[in-house]
């Protein structure tokens, strides 16, 4: 399966499970975040910069949360749509290596965007709750750049020649949506 649009997730949401008919569901999902580090070491909560919106075609798998079935599942990756590439994603860390400063000025204090591992938890077909389930040093956290505040920018990022998630090459043929 390919990704989800947003009025098809939000149909399944509605629907319910279609083994129990109960509308508890677990999304997960790989979606983009910020996280302010400290000499190399998280300082912060993740901060979702995914919105709600955006959030179904990140999703990879929706679990009902009262019998286990599977509504929804995926494998290609949810940033590149590479075949395998959630696979690659979840066993992995494709990212950036945290610094432990930033490399022109040497401040300590860095704001890291990344695309991490996470899971929605949704009740009666509402958003209750977003878990990040990969910690900075498990596979399934990928940090995409890292910005310093003295240095007003990005001060180093995933080359633009692979997926920071999944790992992929963008030398390769990228699919088609």
Not at 23 to 30: E, G, K, L, N, T
Not at 78 to 104: D, F, M, N, V
């Amino acid at each position: 399966m390919s990704a989800l649009e947003a009025p098809a997730f939000a149909a399944l949401l509605a629907n319910g499970c279609p083994s129990c008919g109960k509308r508890y569901f677990v999304a997960r999902a790989i979606a983009t975040g910020v996280m302010q580090f400290l000499d190399g070491e998280p300082a912060s909560a993740m901060e979702w910069t995914t919105s709600r919106d955006d959030l179904p075609a990140r999703v990879y798998r929706l679990e009902c949360s009262e019998c286990g079935a599977t509504p929804f599942q995926r494998d290609d990756c949810p940033t590149c749509r590479a075949p395998g590439g959630t696979a690659r994603a979840l066993a992995g860390r494709h990212g950036i290596a945290a610094p432990k400063a930033c490399p022109q000025c040497g401040l300590g204090d860095l704001s890291l965007t990344v695309e991490a591992r996470m899971h929605v938890e949704y009740t009666i077909g509402r958003e209750a709750r977003r878990v990040l389930d990969a910690e900075p040093h498990e596979p399934g956290f990928h940090i995409a750049k890292a910005d310093c505040a003295d240095c007003d920018g990005t001060v180093v990022s995933v080359p633009e020649i692979r997926c920071g998630v999944c790992g992929r090459s963008s030398l390769l043929r990228r699919r088609p949506s």
